[in-house]
C-alpha cells in the first residue's frame, strides 16, 4: 500500500523563524517519485519540487531546502527565515514510477505571523 | 502566460441538478486531470485523461463523469449532485505520463443546496 503522512497539522511561527515540515511515506516500489506542493488562499496547487528515489541528495532552492532520507521513508522540507507570504497548506506526495496518480499527504497548515 | 483556467471559479448548484465544471489549458499538454478536495482533505484523483484515452479511478462514483472534446479542454460533468459532493474541483495537466509535474489550476469551489 502507499500512504504519505503528514504528521503535523497546523504549524505557527513567527517571521524570520526556521520551519521544517515532516513528511514520511511508505510504498513497496523500489522507483517512486515525492513532491511537494504548495496551496495559499487563492486555492491552485503550487509545484515546489519533485525527486525521484534514486536521487538522496538534498536540494537548496533559495530558501526552501528538503531532505529526502530513504533509510527513515521521510522526504521533509524546511524554509529558512520564513516569511507571511509563506503562510499556504502544504502537501507532501508519492507517485509510483508506472502511474501519474498522486498520493497527497493530509497537508499541513503553516501560519506565518509578521 | 501559459496557464491552466478553471471556470466559473464558485459554483452553486441544488441537490440532484446536473452541473458541468469547465477547465482549460494554454501549455498544449497531452494529459489533463480531475481532482476532488474536500475541506481541509487532501486532494483526491476522479480521472484523468491521455490525450483522447480517459482513465477512470475505481473508485470515483459514476456520478462523476468528463469530456475533453480537444486538447485545450476538459469538463467534469456531475450528474446528480448531492450534498457530499460539494467539494473544490482541481483540474491539473502534465506534458506527458511517467511523473511529470502536474501543473494545477485556481479550482472551482462547488456548493451544493
Known amino acids: 500500500a502507499q500512504k504519505v503522512t503528514q504528521a503535523q497539522t497546523e504549524i505557527s511561527v513567527v517571521e524570520k523563524e526556521d520551519v521544517t515540515l515532516d513528511c514520511v511515506y511508505e510504498?513497496?516500489?523500489?522507483?517512486?517519485?515525492l513532491f511537494w506542493y504548495k496551496q495559499p488562499p487563492s486555492g491552485e496547487l503550487v509545484f515546489l519540487i519533485r525527486r525521484n528515489s534514486f536521487d538522496e541528495q538534498n536540494e537548496i532552492s533559495g530558501r526552501y531546502s528538503w531532505n529526502f532520507q530513504k533509510s527513515t521513508s521521510s522526504f521533509n522540507f524546511t524554509i529558512t527565515a520564513s516569511q507571511v507570504v509563506d503562510s499556504a497548506v502544504y502537501f507532501c506526495?508519492?507517485?509510483?514510477?508506472?502511474?501519474?496518480?498522486?498520493?497527497f499527504g493530509t497537508g499541513t497548515r503553516l501560519q506565518v505571523f509578521p | 502566460d501559459a496557464m491552466v483556467i478553471q471556470n466559473p471559479r464558485y459554483q452553486v448548484t441544488q441537490f440532484g441538478k446536473p452541473v458541468t465544471l469547465s477547465c482549460s489549458q494554454t501549455l498544449n499538454h497531452n494529459v489533463m486531470y480531475w481532482y476532488q478536495q474536500k475541506s481541509s482533505q487532501a486532494p483526491k484523483l476522479l480521472f484523468h485523461?491521455?490525450?483522447?484515452?480517459?482513465?477512470n479511478e475505481a473508485d470515483t462514483p459514476d456520478n462523476f463523469q468528463s469530456r475533453r472534446p480537444n486538447t485545450s479542454f476538459c469538463f467534469l460533468d456531475i450528474r446528480s449532485p448531492g450534498l457530499g459532493d460539494a467539494a473544490m474541483y482541481l483540474c491539473?495537466?502534465?506534458?506527458?505520463?511517467?511523473?511529470?509535474?502536474?501543473?494545477f489550476g485556481p479550482g472551482t469551489r462547488l456548493t451544493v443546496l
Open positions: 510504498t513497496r516500489d523500489t522507483t517512486y517519485y
Open positions: 491539473a495537466t502534465s506534458r506527458a505520463l511517467g511523473n511529470n509535474e502536474q501543473f
Open positions: 485523461y491521455y490525450d483522447k484515452d480517459f482513465n
Open positions: 506526495a508519492l507517485s509510483n514510477y508506472n502511474t501519474d496518480k498522486l498520493i
